[in-house]
């Protein structure tokens, strides 16, 4: 019996020390794959992902940089799509930040190769830049309610500091119960000093990681479009959905507006992964939700998102596991206990 997913690709920071050795671990029979990213990173002068990844020790001031941490992440995630077990019947690709790359190659926008050029020149072109920065802070507390009225007030805050002289801040991903927010230093500090810690942690600084989604990157975006065609893009084979919930869809596809849309408004505005996932929930009702590796930390974010869309009983953190636990619906290939759940 066919079993139809979503595929979610994960965006940076989900490549850590745990998942070092990741594609030596779980993909030996794709190194040929992996080798024609090689020759793509020699032709550039860098390290190759095969010996980043086989690497005995990881530091994060390395492994976060984006020209070190796209292009594994982009091959562990593709090689993961690649790899779902024959009874999956794929429905639609969406992907999280630089996730939405790998969705270009997971449903055949882009090749194999010209997906990893692209991942590989956007990282490579943001880590030269690392304008401005990013920090997390979530909206809802651990039941996972949604809050609307809290993340308006957030926002509104947010608002506030960004219309302050020197100060740069804004809404970078809407991810689930969290906001990741993005600016200059001086528009995170500003919001940094004028929250209280919750759950320990946040607000959370992310490391190497710049004000991505927002107009800062107008000088990264000019460059991405200056160095990658439009010829590098095709029609997809697989329903795509973007961080505004728009569906791109096989055959009726205009590849210039979607090399515009990658290079121009998914660089430098707001991306909406939450609306992502509602859409893909709703437009294709899929017996699975597939986040593709490394990592599992985007599992969270698409169960809150579903539960904000009170998809199929979901609404809190409480009816989720218990759906889970009864009928998986999530599987996130980066968990050694649920990969086999996607790969047969």
């Known amino acids: 019996m066919t079993r139809t997913a979503v595929v979610i690709c994960p965006g940076r920071g989900t490549y850590n020390k745990p998942e070092l050795g990741y594609l030596h671990r779980h993909h030996p029979a794709r190194m040929d794959m992996f080798h024609r990213y090689d020759d793509i990173r020699v032709g550039e002068s860098q390290e190759t992902v095969t010996a980043l990844d086989s690497a005995t020790r990881y530091t994060v001031g390395k492994y976060s940089r984006g020209d070190v941490a796209s292009p594994l992440i982009y091959a562990a995630s593709l090689a993961d799509a690649h790899a779902l077990a024959d009874d999956i019947d794929v429905v ?19 090749s194999p ?21 990013q920090l997390v802070y979530p909206f809802v507390d651990d039941d996972w309610r949604n809050d609307p009225a809290r993340k308006a007030e957030l926002l509104s805050h947010v608002a506030r500091i960004n219309a302050l002289e020197g100060h ?9 119960g969290m906001l990741v927010l993005a600016g200059n230093e001086e528009g995170l500090k500003a919001f940094e000093a004028s929250q209280l810690v919750v759950q320990e942690r946040f607000p959370m600084r992310l490391a190497n990681h710049a004000a ?32 505004r919930g728009k569906v791109w869809w096989p055959g009726a596809t205009d590849t210039k507006a979607l090399w515009d849309y990658t290079l121009g408004h998914q660089v ?14 709703r437009e294709f009702a899929p017996d699975l939700f597939i986040v593709t590796g490394p990592g599992a930390t985007l599992g969270g974010a698409v169960a809150q998102s579903l539960g904000f869309a009170n998809w199929r009983g979901i609404s809190d953190k409480a009816s989720f596991q218990a759906r889970q636990a009864d009928h998986p619906m999530l599987i996130a290939m980066g968990r050694d206990d649920q990969r086999s759940l996607a790969t047969g």
């Open 268 to 281: 430098t505005e707001t991306y909406d992964f939450t609306r992502a996932i509602q859409t893909a929930a």
């Open 92 to 110: 639609a690709v969406t992907g999280n930040s630089m996730g939405w790359y790998i969705a270009l190659a997971a449903a055949g926008a882009l």
């Open 113 to 133: 190769e010209n997906g990893f050029r692209v991942v590989n020149t956007m990282g490579t072109l943001m880590q030269e830049h690392l304008i401005g920065g």
């Open 168 to 176: 740069d801040l804004a809404l970078s991903i809407d991810l689930g």
């Open 212 to 243: 991505f989604h927002t107009r800062l990157q107008e000088p990264v975006a000019k460059q991405g479009r200056a160095r990658l065609g439009v010829e590098l893009f095709g029609q997809p084979e697989r329903p795509l959905i973007d961080g």
